[in-house]
């Protein structure tokens, strides 16, 4: 970088430099506060987007009607993390009302459609226990067989052995219940063993 020794110099220096390049400067500082206006719009479109999903989520629970309603909101909130959350509340209810067509619809939905590992194993779980419900046992294991985080092996396992077990194939759904043991799965469901041990028992 060059010093320069007097006044005279550094202020011939700096008209100099405008000379070259005001017209670039005058175009970034342009550009560069158009960016930044048009960021503070794309983030207050965000916010306004994020609240109006609230807002429409909030109704939508409050209605006491999210089973009849949930199509219409998933489709006007696709996008948003309330579409999920209003998914997931739907098929519960589905459930509730032996409407398991719909709870596997609603399940397939947020499989579908979030991006969080954790979440979409949730769902998948999920949808495997309603598919194991209306006996589409194949599917039911399809599903178990997708890609899901480490620390759902155990619940995996635990609804293999469930699904073998409504099979009659008490073999597998011992090793299953066994799989899920031998990942802690016993630390936080005091159940996974007496499902073992009724098998257990049962064999005999």
């Not at 092996?153 to 635990?158: D, K, R, S």
């Amino acid at each position: 970088m060059e010093i320069y020794s007097t006044e005279e110099q550094q202020a011939e220096a700096i008209k100099n430099f405008f000379r070259e390049n005001g017209t670039s400067l005058i175009i970034g500082a342009v550009l560069g506060l158009g960016g930044l206006y048009g960021w503070k719009a794309y983030n207050q479109n965000q916010i306004s987007t994020a609240e109006a999903s609230s807002e429409a989520y909030n109704s939508l629970i409050e209605s006491g009607e999210v089973l009849s309603k949930s199509d219409a909101f998933l489709a006007e909130n696709a996008d948003s993390n309330y579409s999920v959350l209003a998914a997931f509340v739907a098929a519960r209810e589905a459930v509730e009302a032996g409407e398991l067509d719909q709870a596997a619809t609603k399940l397939t939905f947020v499989t579908d459609t979030v991006k969080s590992p954790e979440l979409k194993a949730t769902a998948q779980l999920r949808l495997a226990r309603v598919q194991a419900a209306q006996a589409n046992y194949e599917q039911a294991l399809s599903t178990l067989s997708q890609p899901m985080p480490a620390g759902f092996t155990a619940q995996v396992a635990e609804v293999k052995g469930d699904i073998y077990l409504s099979q009659g194939e008490k073999s597998k759904a011992r090793e299953q219940y066994q799989a899920a043991i031998d990942a802690d799965g016993a630390k936080n469901n005091a159940l996974l063993q007496i499902k073992l041990d009724d098998l257990a028992i049962a064999s005999n």
